[in-house]
């Protein structure tokens, strides 16, 4: 800065010098080097964390998604496979997966995506292994069932003669064998659940489903089958109120047998079961017309005459219930004739256009529910 003397002769500052004069203000104290470094290096953690977290998270996902064993079927085992027509790869998927064939279904569906598979897998039944991998599987489905399955629909109070004929039409097994087998050989096949039949016959115990039946397999094998089925069909099924009753399994099958040919409406079946139920325990004959026709044949209508066909299947003759099943009935009316409706019940009419049945407690009022069917279903 430069002095200049005034006019008074005193030295004043220049303009310049002025202008520089520094400005008063507020004073912000420096924030020390080290507590900025360790913000800096605090803040670098926690996003670290993050994102270890997410890529963990996403990870998981990713492993939930394309590696989790879908089921915990042990590997090695044959499975029976029926992949439908028309179904998608992610449908195969899930049933390949539910069945323990693959472990994951989303990861079938994209290696079938990537082998250009998705729309070449072929419709059929396939003998596949449990645990085996995507890209055998995939192969096998393109190729197609090395093996002939037959469709063999049984339906709900089928007979044997009924479904031996039905055998026979779908899968060659001549029917007199088949009906042979099951019409006498009860002590044939080791189930624990025959050791309760007096009989000899397998009538009842040929459970009614849809089974996918290998060419070439046996009359035996096809029974065996039927009888596997029922057994695990009737571990759900509750016997303690047929036991209280002094009623065994074989019984309850009876009843059911019964009650599948007597009972047209879903809802009628646990009260026809209460119907047989009360007439037992009041040792009234059944009087039941389903049981005559077991021996002489299925019929429009019943006459006197054949109500004294003599056979310890006719329930007007004898007391009690008849010696075996009259069908093969359905897990629906296993259940009601295990549990049956709690009712007074001791007559019924089949009285409505929909099948279903009218109950009546005295044998007056069955009457007059007989008179109102005559004038026509309900």
Same mark, same amino acid.
């Given at each position: 800065?430069? @002095?200049?003397? =005034? ?100 990861? $079938?569906?994209?290696?079938?995506? /990537?082998?250009?598979? &998705? ?31 037959? /469709? ?8 044997? #003669? ?6 026979? !039409? ?7 064998? $088949? ?8 002590? !044939?096949?080791?189930?624990? $659940?025959?050791? =309760? ?9 040929? $459970? ?9 397999? /046996?009359?035996? #094998?096809? *029974? ?9 069909? *009737? ?13 065994? !399994? ?17 809802? %009628?079946?646990?009260?026809?079961? &209460? ?20 021996? *002489? ?8 005459? %054949? ?12 007391? =009690? ?11 629906? &009316? ?8 709690? &009712? ?20 007056? @009022? ?13």
């Amino acid at each position: 800065m430069t @002095d200049t003397g =005034g006019p008074d002769g005193f030295r004043t500052q220049s303009r310049t010098a002025r202008h520089k004069r520094p400005r008063v203000g507020r004073v912000v104290a420096p924030v020390p080097r080290a507590a900025a470094r360790r913000r800096r290096r605090a803040g670098c953690v926690i996003a670290a964390v993050i994102v270890l977290v997410l890529a963990v998270v996403a990870g998981g996902a990713v492993w939930w998604t394309l590696y989790r064993a879908e089921s915990d079927v042990p590997a090695g085992r044959t499975m029976q496979v029926q992949v439908p027509k028309g179904a998608s790869s992610a449908e195969v998927g899930r049933l390949l997966a539910a069945k323990g064939v693959v472990a994951n279904s989303t990861m $079938f569906v994209l290696r079938a995506r /990537s082998l250009d598979a &998705s729309s070449r897998l072929k419709p059929g039944v396939y003998d596949l292994k449990t645990g085996s991998g995507y890209d055998g599987v995939i192969r096998a489905l393109q190729a197609g069932p090395t093996i002939v399955y037959y /469709s063999v629909a049984i339906p709900e109070g089928w007979t044997i #003669d009924g479904i031996a004929a039905r055998v026979e !039409e779908k899968t060659g097994v001549t029917a007199s064998e $088949f009906s042979r087998l099951a019409g006498s050989g009860s002590k !044939e096949f080791g189930f624990p $659940f025959l050791a =309760g039949n007096p009989t000899h016959s397998l009538e009842g115990y040929l $459970f009614p489903k849809t089974y996918q039946v290998r060419k070439g397999t /046996s009359a035996r #094998d096809i *029974i065996r089958m039927m009888l596997t089925q029922y057994g695990k069909e *009737i571990s759900s099924v509750d016997y303690s109120y047929a036991r209280s009753r002094g009623l065994t !399994e074989h019984d309850v099958l009876t009843i059911a047998s019964i009650i599948e040919r007597e009972a047209s409406v879903a809802k %009628d079946r646990p009260l026809v079961a &209460s119907v047989i139920y009360n007439r037992l325990k009041k040792k009234m004959r059944l009087q039941l017309d389903s049981t005559v026709m077991y021996v *002489i044949g299925n019929r429009e209508k019943l006459f006197l005459n %054949d109500l004294k066909v003599e056979s310890p299947y006719n329930t007007y003759l004898h007391a =009690g219930l008849p010696p075996g099943p009259i069908a093969n009935p359905g897990l629906a &009316s296993l259940r009601a004739a295990a549990q049956p409706a709690e &009712s007074g019940y001791l007559y019924y009419i089949m009285d409505h256009k929909d099948g279903s049945q009218s109950f009546a407690v005295t044998y007056e @009022d069955f009457l007059r529910l007989k008179t109102r069917a005559r004038k026509g279903l309900q």
